[in-house]
């Protein structure tokens, strides 16, 4: 049987359509009546009154009768309709939209001499019963299920399984693994229709961190900054790592006082064998500043300094974490102290306490 098909992605659709041909065949006539009736183009049966509509699937497609005249409604013709090159093309396109076909063919058998008997023949689309994820223990489920963005129930699909195995691969890759090798393959699973997928990783030899340079203003000293990167030379050269260790060491100079502090992108230059690299961090700590609270317990008395000389030290008595703290006063990359900056600043805290009871 020729007929014309429907299996390309949604993108494509309305080009696939727009070129669609549609052949008549005629597997369902008996042996004379093929003698007698040479299959001819569906041109020829346009304008001929719908007799009957018959679904061909697989049997394991539809859970029951119901659900396969379900997808006969959608093709939208009925007996005694016209048989139309515009109802069929809509129809196509609306069995489509339900995700459920692989591909779709539409042909005819002509009947008499004004009926047709349309055939609307679909393959259903495989699903994913299972993901398993094979190999060394170099990073968990979670993050794997979250680099491949598929699971369980989602059609199964050539193109996006390579799109997943693509997407681990650039992940080791960030991670410190660039030669790692991640084979996907798939078998038979549970119900009907249900595949399945293995993926298979083989990390291979990481890139490892040869040594870590810290350069610039380093404020407090360069081993409380070697400290908050909780990096070291032999370590594997992970970007998230490098990134995270980053953010602490901006949050550990803040924590000190150094509330202008800027920490930039880390350099990282990987040897030609890919097997070895070395990280420099640039850091700006600037002036320390310390912002000292005082506290009115009467009217007319001189205020009492809240603790030391350090600005974090109101933290437990306004119960107020650090990250709470920073959030309340907003104190972005280059804060104001100046006589009006500080002023804001004393409206944010108040305007946060007082919101917090």
């Given at each position: 049987?020729?007929?014309?098909?429907?299996?390309?992605?949604?993108?494509?659709?309305?080009?696939?359509?727009?070129?669609?041909?549609?052949?008549?065949?005629?597997?369902?006539?008996?042996?004379?009546?093929?003698?007698?009736?040479?299959?001819?183009?569906?041109?020829?049966?346009?304008?001929?009154?719908?007799?009957?509509?018959?679904?061909?699937?697989?049997?394991?497609?539809?859970?029951?009768?119901?659900?396969?005249?379900?997808?006969?409604?959608?093709?939208?013709?009925?007996?005694?309709?016209?048989?139309?090159?515009?109802?069929?093309?809509?129809?196509?396109?609306?069995?489509?939209?339900?995700?459920?076909?692989?591909?779709?063919?539409?042909?005819?058998?002509?009947?008499?001499?004004?009926?047709?008997?349309?055939?609307?023949?679909?393959?259903?689309?495989?699903?994913?019963?299972?993901?398993?994820?094979?190999?060394?223990?170099?990073?968990?489920?979670?993050?794997?299920?979250?680099?491949?963005?598929?699971?369980?129930?989602?059609?199964?699909?050539?193109?996006?399984?390579?799109?997943?195995?693509?997407?681990?691969?650039?992940?080791?890759?960030?991670?410190?693994?660039?030669?790692?090798?991640?084979?996907?393959?798939?078998?038979?699973?549970?119900?009907?229709?249900?595949?399945?997928?293995?993926?298979?990783?083989?990390?291979?030899?990481?890139?490892?961190?040869?040594?870590?340079?810290?350069?610039?203003?380093?404020?407090?000293?360069?081993?409380?900054?070697?400290?908050?990167?909780?990096?070291?030379?032999?370590?594997?050269?992970?970007?998230?790592?490098?990134?995270?260790?980053?953010?602490?060491?901006?949050?550990?100079?803040?924590?000190?006082?150094?509330?202008?502090?800027?920490?930039?992108?880390?350099?990282?230059?990987?040897?030609?064998?890919?097997?070895?690299?070395?990280?420099?961090v640039q850091v700006r700590a600037g002036r320390r500043t310390e912002l000292?609270?005082?506290?009115?317990?009467?009217?007319?008395?001189?205020?009492?300094?809240?603790?030391?000389?350090?600005?974090?030290?109101?933290?437990?008595?306004?119960?107020?974490?650090?990250?709470?703290?920073?959030?309340?006063?907003?104190?972005?990359?280059?804060?104001?102290?100046?006589?009006?900056?500080?002023?804001i600043l004393s409206d944010r805290l108040v305007a946060h306490l007082r919101?917090?009871?």
């Amino acid at each position: 049987m020729t007929a014309s098909r429907c299996g390309a992605p949604a993108g494509r659709r309305g080009r696939l359509l727009a070129v669609l041909v549609l052949v008549v065949t005629m597997p369902w006539a008996s042996a004379a009546a093929l003698a007698a009736a040479p299959p001819a183009t569906l041109d020829t049966l346009f304008g001929r009154i719908v007799r009957d509509v018959v679904v061909e699937a697989p049997s394991v497609a539809f859970r029951n009768a119901a659900e396969r005249d379900y997808v006969a409604s959608l093709l939208g013709l009925s007996p005694g309709d016209r048989l139309t090159r515009a109802a069929v093309r809509s129809g196509i396109e609306r069995v489509y939209r339900t995700g459920k076909w692989r591909a779709i063919s539409v042909a005819g058998t002509p009947v008499g001499d004004d009926g047709v008997v349309v055939h609307l023949v679909l393959e259903p689309v495989e699903r994913i019963g299972f993901i398993r994820f094979e190999g060394p223990r170099i990073v968990t489920r979670g993050e794997l299920e979250g680099v491949i963005r598929i699971g369980p129930g989602e059609p199964y699909r050539p193109e996006v399984v390579a799109r997943a195995t693509r997407a681990i691969r650039d992940y080791l890759d960030t991670i410190g693994y660039p030669d790692a090798v991640v084979v996907a393959t798939s078998r038979p699973f549970g119900e009907p229709l249900e595949r399945e997928l293995t993926i298979s990783i083989t990390p291979n030899e990481p890139c490892r961190i040869r040594e870590i340079r810290f350069r610039g203003d380093l404020g407090p000293g360069e081993a409380v900054l070697r400290e908050a990167f909780r990096l070291e030379p032999g370590d594997v050269c992970s970007r998230p790592r490098i990134d995270e260790g980053v953010r602490r060491i901006a949050s550990t100079l803040r924590e000190r006082g150094y509330l202008e502090a800027q920490v930039g992108r880390p350099e990282v230059a990987v040897d030609p064998d890919g097997r070895r690299a070395s990280i420099a961090v640039q850091v700006r700590a600037g002036r320390r500043t310390e912002l000292v609270f005082e506290r009115v317990t009467a009217e007319g008395a001189p205020p009492e300094r809240v603790g030391g000389c350090r600005w974090w030290d109101i933290l437990p008595l306004v119960d107020c974490d650090y990250a709470e703290f920073v959030e309340a006063l907003d104190l972005g990359e280059q804060p104001d102290f100046s006589p009006e900056g500080l002023s804001i600043l004393s409206d944010r805290l108040v305007a946060h306490l007082r919101a917090d009871g």
